[in-house]
């Protein structure tokens, strides 16, 4: 990765060049925070001759977009990838920061990355939800409050269990009784997932 800074009609343009993976986009995504901090205004991220761009070093450099409105710094990224960037070209990128409507297209661009890294966690959790036995999230809502009703309902036994209970004679039969109704309660309890199972 190569970085050249510019400055088009006072607007600060960081341009990158070669290949753009996910080790060099956390240094990229450092040094946009410095930048960020450094009293710039108006910023254009130039990654059109970023060859190859990796999804995920796009979704850590998509990231600054948050950072950059805590600076009140207008960020706008530039990539042949129109889904995800603000603008194709520098010099479209350039005109829409002094357009009127460019804080409104910028707040759009970056609402679209964040929906885009939402759908994209869905599906994540979609596929590890299928490839865990297949159950839809229905069955396992479902399973989910029979647990808690069967809990309630042996919390409820055990309350009323430990309010009739009188201290007994201590004799060894009594003890053996203990011991027993102690492992059922354990077994019980490991059962519903209140113990760890042994």
């Known amino acids: 990765m190569k970085l050249k800074m510019e400055k088009r009609d006072d607007v600060q343009v960081l341009v990158v060049t070669e290949a753009l993976g996910l ?106 939800l299928g490839a865990d036995g297949g159950q839809d999230t229905k069955t396992l809502r479902k399973e989910n409050s029979d647990l808690k009703n069967s809990v309630t309902w042996l919390e409820n036994v055990v309350e009323a269990m430990v309010k009739a209970r009188k201290e007994p004679a201590f004799i060894a039969s009594t003890e053996k009784k203990m011991e027993r109704l102690k492992e059922i309660l354990a077994a019980i309890l490991e059962q519903v997932g209140l113990l760890p199972l042994k």
């Not at 977009?65 to 960037?85: G, H, I, M, P, S």
């Open 23 to 128: 080790p060099q986009a956390l240094v990229l995504r450092a040094g946009l925070s410095k930048m960020l901090r450094t009293g710039v205004k108006q910023l254009v991220v130039d990654l059109t001759g970023a060859t190859p761009l990796d999804p995920k070093a796009l979704e850590q450099l998509g990231d600054a977009r948050n950072e950059a409105d805590t600076a009140d710094v207008t960020l706008v990224f530039v990539a042949a990838d129109t889904e995800w960037a603000d603008a194709p070209t520098t010099d479209a990128a350039i005109q829409r920061l002094k357009s009127p409507l460019g804080d409104l297209l910028t707040e759009e661009a970056k609402l679209h990355a964040q929906l885009k890294k939402l759908q994209r966690r869905k599906h994540a959790l979609e596929t590890r």
